[in-house]
């Protein structure tokens, strides 16, 4: 793969986390697992298709109103998946409509349209579809911390109610536990987590430019 495609998410500044849409997206949809799982999904659909797309009518895009264009390319992907979720389970898209629709917007200023230009066809998927599967990891990971803790509970889409119970306490939490579930313990969590990421880099030594996402 091409050394251009070096997505750095903790670093460059034009990278998904350091976007103020890329930190509210990680926050909102790690809520719950279900919606990390369809937002990842939905991470995956947008990013993968409409970097190919961009790249495949690169030649015949002007050039003037390019960002305009690609805007409504992200937003007509982002609407399909509703869609394709809503025909599947309408509750869980109601209550993933809103994250969802950051997707469009968060992945027009992570740049990634732009580091894409000088890719091929085969390196613009691979590096699209990396970025999105990280990102959705990240988000995947955030819920799998935040609902146990918070909400005592675990949960998958689908369902009558949007949402499928795989365990569910009724007793409450610890309230300082309980936290996590809110937003400001999301931006705690995401302190902590970049605090570790900073200092295993300090640890191995690692340059700017090395063996980073």
């Not at 298709?49 to 003037?64: D, E, N, V, Y």
């Not at 993933?96 to 992945?107: K, W």
């Not at 890719?119 to 799998?144: H, M, P, Q």
Request: proline share 3%.
């Amino acid at each position: 793969m091409s050394s251009q495609m070096q997505y750095r998410i903790f670093h460059s500044g034009a990278t998904p986390l350091a976007c103020l849409s890329g930190s509210a997206l990680l926050i909102m949809a790690s809520d719950r697992l279900a919606h990390a799982i369809t937002v990842a999904g939905a991470l995956v659909w947008v990013y993968c298709l409409s970097s190919m797309t961009a790249r495949t009518g690169a030649s015949f895009f002007p050039r003037r109103g390019r960002t305009v264009l690609l805007a409504f390319l992200t937003s007509f992907f982002a609407g399909i998946y509703l869609v394709l979720l809503w025909m599947l389970s309408p509750l869980c898209a109601m209550e993933s409509f809103f994250v969802i629709s950051l997707i469009p917007m968060f992945c027009m200023v992570s740049g990634i349209f732009k580091q894409l230009e000088t890719l091929n066809l085969e390196d613009t998927f691979s590096a699209s579809c990396s970025e999105a599967l990280i990102l959705g990891t990240l988000v995947i990971i955030f819920s799998l911390i935040r609902e146990p803790f918070g909400f005592l509970s675990l949960s998958l889409p689908g369902g009558s109610h949007g949402i499928v119970l795989l365990f569910s306490f009724k007793t409450e939490s610890f309230l300082p536990i309980r936290l996590i579930a809110s937003s400001a313990g999301a931006l705690l969590l995401l302190g902590y987590f970049l605090g570790l990421y900073r200092y295993f880099r300090a640890q191995y030594g690692l340059q700017e430019g090395e063996n980073d996402f």
